[in-house]
């Protein structure tokens, strides 16, 4: 049997129909957001992706919601968030960060233990708060500027910064060091429905509301990203930004719409 590395193809074939899109997309410079230089082609992506939402994820959401009890889905959602938080950790202390990284540190240790492998989020009842990061961040934390916004196929809302600390993301992703492929694709894709399933009840209050759903969808996510930002590093100086107006951090997986 040929193993392969699923998520670094993946990665890679994600990059190469950027460059082929990027080179081919018109992009018109009248009324561009210049947070935005590229939304010609962030469009055509925002629809592709969409579509595989409307067609695909969204179904798998609502059934997984409707055949698995609350309780369950709670459980699966900790899992996966106690997964993350190492990652979290790690850029945590390459950010410097001391005081996040003993608190992030707690986190780990006591749901992956009291907390039974993470099902139980014992760490946030007793005050270890989840400190998001990701290799984006903290390439940002060593001076790298964000850079225009970018839309990813199957990934969603980027920046170049952002896309490029991909693929450390990717590495730093536990489930990608289960041996057993056919146990990490399964993992891969109950990760991806349950982030989805948590989603339903945000997007149908987003479509009542938002007239433009790619223009609301890029304000709020830049917004995050840069109130994030400062939150966690308050001492740093302001840097010279497109997303002016910087999930939390992006998870690695495919897009999810709001609906």
């Not at 759903?213 to 001492?235: E, G, M, N, T």
């Not at 951090?249 to 609906?259: A, C, D, E, N, S």
Request: charge should be neutral; hydrophobic fraction near 40%; proline fraction near 6%.
């Amino acid at each position: 049997m040929i193993c392969v590395k699923p998520r670094r193809a993946l990665l890679g074939a994600l990059l190469v129909l950027e460059l082929l899109l990027v080179g081919c997309a018109t992009v018109s410079t009248s009324n561009t957001d210049p947070r935005d230089p590229w939304e010609g082609y962030n469009r055509q992506v925002w629809r592709f992706n969409e579509a595989l939402d409307e067609a695909v994820l969204q179904p798998a959401a609502r059934g997984y919601r409707a055949a698995v009890p609350e309780v369950v889905r709670n459980g699966v959602n900790n899992f996966f968030g106690n997964l993350s938080d190492v990652s979290s950790l790690v850029n945590n202390l390459l950010q410097l960060k001391p005081r996040e990284s003993a608190e992030m540190t707690g986190r780990v240790l006591v749901n992956s233990t009291v907390g039974l492998l993470g099902l139980v989020d014992v760490a946030s009842d007793v005050g270890l708060q989840r400190r998001r990061e990701d290799f984006g961040k903290t390439l940002g934390r060593w001076g790298v500027p964000t850079g225009p916004y970018l839309v990813l196929p199957l990934l969603g809302p980027s920046t170049v910064r952002g896309t490029a600390g991909l693929p450390l993301d990717f590495k730093g992703d536990l489930l990608g060091r289960v041996s057993d492929s056919e146990a990490r694709t399964g993992l891969t894709i109950l990760r991806v429905v349950d982030q989805r399933a948590g989603l339903l009840e945000a997007g149908r209050i987003l479509d009542s509301a938002a007239l433009d759903r790619y223009i609301f969808v890029r304000d709020a996510y830049l917004q995050r990203r840069r109130v994030s930002s400062q939150a966690s590093d308050a001492s740093q100086e302001p840097e010279e930004r497109y997303d002016l107006l910087e999930p939390e951090t992006p998870q690695v997986g495919p897009v999810i719409r709001l609906k």
